[in-house]
């Protein structure tokens, strides 16, 4: 399904065997580096390639992502010869889909995603997924630090949301690995306390773009013990800070969608 797929992405997990590091004052000193590392922009764009895996089936997809800062994100599906079947316009209140070639529509909330993906996302939570940063809104308190001579990883058994106003809001056991030198986050997973759900994303490469580093390539898995969503997508033609067109409009001629 490739609307749920591209919200996903797959990782696995590391196994190497790290060192513990104590000093609370090395944990805050790799969280100030790894947030200073990570991507900063008001608008984000890029072409990308991929594949989604959703209910067993795989699909290949491409097309157009933009984002605004804090604001939107959007995804145009255009995998055959640059004709748009489907568009996703997301924003902290409301999600939008456009499915072309069945001429219908949906409109309404990010419950309604997270219900299909067994997943329990909010905007901020994809927008920082999309780009390798850490979870925004998220406090950083709890963190604990391991170090190998390639990776460092941080650990928080109890990571949870700040905004307390969000209806039940969920709690994470969190690992981070970032890369020893450009602190940038390389893997990271995700388990939700009380549930089996988990969320691993990993970034394979990077690449720089005006003096910033953006994942070239990313994996997103979602799942539990009954269903798995995932996505492989590989960016190209990057570019931040350059407005771009967030366009939605319903045709009137399109019926609402059938989940």
Partial sequence: MVVAGLLFISGCKSTRVLTPVAPDR????????????????????????????????????????????????????????????????????????????????????????????????????????????????????????????DVLMLHNPDRVRLDTRLPNTPRFEQNMWLDKHSFRITQTTLLEKGSNRNIQAKYPGFTTVQGQSFPSEIFLLFSDLSSTAQLTARYNRITIDQPQDITFTVPSRYTPMDF
Avoid at 41 to 49: C, D, E, G, I, V
Avoid at 136 to 144: L, P, W
Wanted: charged share 20%.
């Fill in 26 to 149: 090395a944990v805050e000193q790799v969280l100030t580096s790894m947030q200073a590392a990570q991507a900063s922009f008001n608008f984000f764009s890029a072409r990308f390639t991929g594949s989604v895996n959703y209910g067993g089936s795989q699909t290949d997809i491409g097309g157009t992502i933009r984002v605004r800062r804090d604001s939107a994100i959007f995804v145009s599906v255009a995998p055959f010869f640059g004709i748009e079947v489907a568009r996703i316009l997301i924003t902290p209140d409301h999600v939008k889909i456009l499915n072309r070639l069945e001429g219908t529509y949906f409109e309404g909330d990010m419950e309604k995603i997270n219900g299909i993906l067994n997943a329990d996302l909010d905007f901020f939570m994809l927008q920082s997924m999309l780009v390798g940063n850490d979870l925004a809104h998220f406090s950083t308190r709890n963190f604990r630090l391991s170090d190998d001579k």
